[in-house]
């Protein structure tokens, strides 16, 4: 086992614990409650197939589901943000790029921020349309995806911050 896929699970077993045990009981105001686990598949190779995607979003989804005791609900969203992850993924790489390189700043050419928002806005809206099930209320649902999305993305932020993954260039590289 290589160290980017231990580093992966090592970090994959700490922001599950972070997650369902400190940031799931949290809701700002009954309303938006922070998800930062979507920020696991940015640190995934970026060449993974579609199908190890999508297996990986349902184990890890999955795992919060249990711990969470949230019946399939998290195993969803992230199954289906898993899927999609590869072909958000690909208009933004180069054909000549090795496949174990994660998508981060100096490998995207749109930038991973781009892609952060994108898994992050691709899961709340699965995830708070699930949620809302058949008690739909759509202008309080807009008010809790938009309120869980900006406090998830800010969030996201600190905890890759914390873990010292750069999502943008430092000053002068590449020059």
Request: proline share 7%; glycine share 6%.
């Amino acid at each position: 086992m290589n160290s980017t896929w231990l580093r992966f699970i090592l970090m994959s077993l700490l922001i599950i614990a972070l997650q369902v045990w400190v940031l799931s009981p949290i809701a700002l105001y009954r309303v938006a409650t922070p998800y930062v686990y979507p920020v696991l598949l940015l640190l995934l190779p970026i060449r993974l197939k579609p199908t190890a995607l999508t297996l990986i979003g349902f184990a890890l989804g999955s795992m919060i589901d249990i711990l969470g005791i949230t019946p399939g609900l998290h195993a969803s969203a992230l199954t289906f943000v898993g899927f999609l992850r590869y072909y958000l993924v690909k208009p933004m790489l180069d054909k000549n790029m090795p496949d174990y390189l994660l998508p981060l700043y100096d490998t995207l050419k749109g930038g991973s921020i781009l892609l952060l928002v994108e898994l992050m806005t691709l899961h709340h809206v699965v995830l708070y349309l699930l949620d809302a099930g058949q008690y739909f209320d759509l202008p309080f649902l807009l008010i809790r995806l938009g309120a869980g999305w900006l406090y998830s993305m800010v969030l996201a932020l600190i905890v890759l911050f914390f873990f010292s993954i750069r999502l943008q260039p430092r000053p002068g590289h590449g020059q």
